[in-house]
């Protein structure tokens, strides 16, 4: 079996390690980094519970090969927090329960990072297209929702209302038991 070297700073930290060629990256992150924090929910491209960000950009971690990450940075939902500080986003997750049985959590999360990061005030729409490859089987899309643009609103100094008055806009259906899913762009 091929073996080759993969070097890439993770959450800001240099991590290198021997790895078969066909490694995926998500088994690379869990198994030799030791980072369980990505989920595992199909290793068919299909859910986007290993969400992860490849030099900024969200990206499925089931997808890519280890070897492919080689020299670049990862972004995993364990840096997301500092000094136990939890990020805006994440803190805006908790504060309107965008959280059922959480498996979906650490992928919605890292995949809504660089869409609040460059939107400060999104519609329900751009915020679901978003999302959109990125599947909560708990389907607790509304409470979701609302999370990310409560993050967005919170990253960018925007007031925002009580927790569970972050209510949806522009009409859109956001409720749990919604199927709306069109392609997104974490393929
Ligand atoms: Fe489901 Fe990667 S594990 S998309
Ligand atoms: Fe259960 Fe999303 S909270 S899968």
Same mark, same amino acid.
């Given at each position: 079996?091929?073996?080759?070297? #993969?070097?890439?700073?993770? *959450?800001?930290? #240099?991590?290198?390690?021997?790895? +078969?060629?066909?490694?995926?990256?998500?088994? /690379?992150?869990?198994?030799?980094?030791?980072?369980?924090?990505?989920?595992?929910?199909? !290793?068919?491209?299909?859910?986007?519970?290993?969400?992860?960000?490849?030099?900024?950009?969200?990206?499925?971690?089931?997808?890519? $090969?280890?070897?492919?990450?080689?020299?670049?940075? #990862?972004?995993?939902? +364990?840096?997301?927090?500092?000094?136990?500080?939890?990020?805006?986003?994440? +803190?805006? $997750?908790?504060?309107?329960?965008?959280?059922?049985?959480? /498996?979906?959590?650490?992928?919605?999360?890292?995949?809504?990072?660089? $869409?609040?990061?460059? *939107?400060?005030?999104?519609?329900?729409? +751009?915020?679901?297209?978003?999302?959109?490859?990125?599947?909560?089987?708990?389907?607790?899309?509304? *409470?979701?929702? *609302?999370?990310?643009?409560?993050?967005?609103?919170?990253?960018?100094?925007?007031?925002?209302?009580?927790?569970?008055?972050?209510?949806?806009?522009?009409?859109?259906?956001?409720?749990?038991?919604?199927? !709306?899913?069109?392609?997104?762009?974490?393929?």
């Amino acid at each position: 079996m091929q073996h080759s070297t #993969v070097r890439i700073r993770v *959450n800001g930290d #240099v991590r290198e390690a021997p790895v +078969e060629s066909r490694l995926l990256l998500v088994h /690379f992150l869990r198994d030799v980094l030791g980072l369980t924090g990505t989920h595992i929910g199909c !290793d068919t491209t299909s859910c986007g519970a290993c969400v992860v960000l490849v030099d900024g950009r969200a990206v499925k971690s089931c997808t890519m $090969f280890a070897v492919q990450a080689d020299g670049r940075e #990862v972004g995993t939902i +364990e840096g997301l927090a500092q000094d136990g500080v939890l990020h805006p986003l994440q +803190e805006a $997750f908790h504060v309107e329960h965008g959280v059922q049985c959480g /498996f979906c959590t650490p992928g919605m999360i890292m995949g809504a990072l660089p $869409f609040v990061e460059e *939107n400060a005030d999104p519609t329900d729409e +751009e915020i679901r297209r978003a999302i959109s490859g990125i599947l909560c089987r708990c389907t607790g899309y509304a *409470n979701i929702v *609302n999370a990310v643009r409560r993050g967005a609103r919170t990253l960018h100094g925007l007031p925002v209302d009580g927790a569970g008055a972050m209510t949806s806009r522009h009409g859109a259906e956001t409720g749990p038991g919604s199927t !709306d899913q069109p392609p997104g762009p974490h393929g």
